[in-house]
């Protein structure tokens, strides 16, 4: 079983900077990742998917990037709306999420 | 527009059954792979089982195998949970999800219903 790792586990940043979030999976997953934004009461949004590919709908200052084992979210210049927690996930096993909160 | 509505979680005894169903309407529900997806109170995202778009060839989280059956009404464009033996460590929010743009990618999701299991 592939173990899908994130770090860190809360990331404090002032909105308007730049935040980059990180996924380690325990053996190769080649781009077969996904991230996901989720908010308190609500279900989980799919951002990127393919290690790198915006779903539908979702603003440019979400990218993604790596292959392999290492992958990051990237976030640039936040706004109020993106402080959430985010998990990645490949196939069937999520990370176990990271908390973005305001600095 | 793509709708999932989960209904007929609640408040239940441990060893009892509770059916979850999951309305969706907005697309060909006929032709997409299905999930469900649970998460307990304050914590992550945990997957739960799939169906495929013609039922078979279903699969289940080792921690529901043998108690959780998933299965779907294609004409009702209606998936199901039958969730037996419940645990304690079943309780959470369970949601159901499309993976449209490929295996595993879930992107429409449902709100959730809450399930708690207590005694």
């Known amino acids: 079983e592939i173990l899908m790792t994130q770090s860190p586990a809360t990331l404090s940043v002032s909105p308007g900077e730049r935040a980059t979030l990180s996924c380690r999976a325990s053996q190769s997953v080649r781009t077969n990742l996904a991230w996901y934004q989720q908010k308190p009461g609500q279900p989980p949004r799919l951002l990127i998917y393919g290690a790198s590919t915006r779903a539908s709908g979702v603003p440019a200052r979400f990218s993604g990037s790596g292959s392999g084992t290492e992958f990051t979210l990237a976030i640039s210049s936040l706004q109020s709306e993106d402080f959430a927690v985010y998990y990645c996930q490949h196939w069937r096993t999520f990370g176990q999420g990271t908390k973005l909160e305001i600095k | 527009q793509v709708q999932l509505v989960e209904s007929g979680g609640g408040v239940v005894q441990p060893g009892t059954s509770l059916r979850l169903s999951c309305a969706t309407s907005g697309f060909t529900f006929i032709t997409y792979a299905m999930h469900w997806v649970r998460q307990a109170p304050g914590k992550g995202l945990e997957w739960v089982a799939v169906?495929?778009?013609?039922?078979?060839?279903?699969d289940y989280a080792d921690s529901v195998k043998g108690r959780f059956a998933i299965s779907r009404d294609n004409p009702k464009n209606t998936l199901y949970l039958q969730m037996n033996s419940l645990r304690e460590e079943d309780t959470a929010v369970y949601f159901c999800?499309?993976?449209?743009?490929?295996?595993?990618?879930?992107?429409?999701w449902g709100q959730g219903t809450l399930v708690t299991v207590s005694s």
């Open positions: 999800a499309t993976d449209g743009i490929g295996p595993y990618y879930f992107d429409h």
């Open positions: 169906i495929p778009y013609d039922g078979n060839d279903v």
